[in-house]
Each structure stands twice: as C-alpha cells, then as structure tokens.
C-alpha cells in the first residue's frame, strides 16, 4: 500500500493492535464461560472482541450466560487477563516500527484502549513508554468504544482535531468508536466485521503501513519552471 500522508496525531488502540493481547482476551471469556457452564464458540465469542471489562461483564450477565452478579464477573474477568498480560506479551508485527517512525515525523502518538489502567500500564513497560504523549484506558472517559469519547479525549489531550488524526484498531467496536470521533482508520483486523471505507484503510499487518513526510510546499516566491530546462523560452511579442 501507499505511505499514509501525515497525521496531526497517530491514535493507536492496544489489544490485539500494538499487542497480540486481543486472543487473550478472548481466551479469558471463553474460560469464563466454560466455567459458567455456558458455551464459549466463536459466535458467542464475538461481542466480546474489543469490549472493556466492565461492558463485558454487563453482557454476560444480562445474556444469562453465568449466574454471578456484574461486580464478581468483571472481578474474575480482570484477574485473569491481568494474570495473562503480566505473563509477558508479543508485540505486533510493525508496531514499533509504526511508532517510532511517528516519532521521527514529529507525529504525537496516543495510546486508546478498552483495558484497564493497571493492563494499561503494564503495555506501556512492554512497548516502551517513551513512544507515546498520553494515554486513555477504561473508565476515563464518560463511555468507552464504541462511543467516541476515548478518541476525542486523546486528540483534546495532544489539542488536535480528530478529524486530523490517525486512529489504528484492529476490532469493529473499536472501529466504530474511531470514526464516530471523525478520525481516519487504519483497521489491522483480528476478528472480522471491519469493512473499507472512505475514511478506513485496511491492512493485513502494520508491517504493511507507513507514514509519510508532508508535502514540501516550494520557498514563498519561487516556482516551479513553467518549461524544462531543454525547453527554449517562447519568442518575445511583436509589436
């Protein structure tokens, strides 16, 4: 694909995006729901891709899937998957390469996630916390994806205009949170239901993406020659 032309600021979302965290995620409902003694296949599972922790224990106790109350699942739900993020991650493909070349651009880069703080943070130890201006996690804004409050909270905090921004997910609720905010999407699937767009970009890996420098607008008075340099200039006017 082309180089991506320069954004006001680089948005990335976390699970399954910069880190290969989302199928843990997933794993941790579907043990969840095994030991609710509900089914856990991929249809049952798919909601729950992108989903905050709070959102996904409100789902899986109004689904009738388990028999605890919103507090204990989401109690349960935290522990495991901070259990298996403490346990180390895999960065994805492209990703460090995405950041730092934001950096090199002069680009401000922000860090969206559905997760926790506390996962939040133990990302941002892994990723290197120098590679990112700010951060928003659950519970930080007023409503999390797929509303737009997180996005337009992190293009508030860089002050840019969301519309300028690159938001980078890799889940329809994130997707759907990035283009509500009027961000341009860049959209590395883990589960499908993204679809391409006029605002939305999609690759197989960030190893794929890159950013590009602005155009170069030429020095105030000078043009570019209306002829080539073997052109010979048009006779002068007869009087």
């Known amino acids: 694909m ?7 600021a680089l948005l990335c979302d976390m699970d399954g995006t910069l880190v290969d965290t989302e199928h843990a ?3 941790t409902v579907a043990g969840f729901l095994r030991t609710q003694g509900s089914p856990a296949d991929a249809g049952t599972l798919a909601p729950f891709a992108g989903a905050a922790v709070a959102d996904a224990a409100g789902r899986l106790v109004r689904g009738g899937l388990t028999a605890l109350s919103e507090a204990a699942t989401a109690a349960l739900l935290d522990q495991e998957f901070t259990a298996r993020v403490a346990a180390g991650v895999t960065v994805q493909p492209g990703a460090l390469r995405l950041l730092d070349r934001a950096r090199a651009l002069g680009v401000p880069t ?3 996630t559905a997760s926790e703080r506390h996962v939040a943070d133990l990302v941002l130890d892994t990723l290197g916390r ?15 994806k797929p509303h737009p409050d997180p996005y337009l909270a992190a293009a508030a905090a860089l002050g840019v ?3 300028d921004c690159l938001a980078v997910e890799d889940t ?9 905010a009027g961000c341009r999407l860049l959209a590395v ?3 499908p239901g993204i679809e391409p767009g006029p605002r939305t970009v999609l690759v197989a890996s960030l190893t794929e ?3 590009t420098e602005p155009e170069q607008e030429p020095p105030a008075g000078r043009h570019a020659p209306a002829h080539g340099p073997s052109s010979p200039a048009p006779p002068a006017a007869s009087c």
């Open 161 to 163: 205009t969301p519309q």
């Open 172 to 180: 329809p609720t994130g997707a759907a949170a990035a283009l509500a």
């Open 209 to 211: 993406a890159d950013l």
């Open 25 to 27: 995620w997933l794993d």
């Open 130 to 144: 120098h590679r990112f201006d700010t951060s928003v996690a659950s519970g930080e804004t007023a409503r999390g």
């Open 2 to 8: 082309p180089p991506l032309p320069r954004p006001a």
């Open 110 to 112: 922000a860090l969206v």
């Open 189 to 191: 699937p883990s589960v």
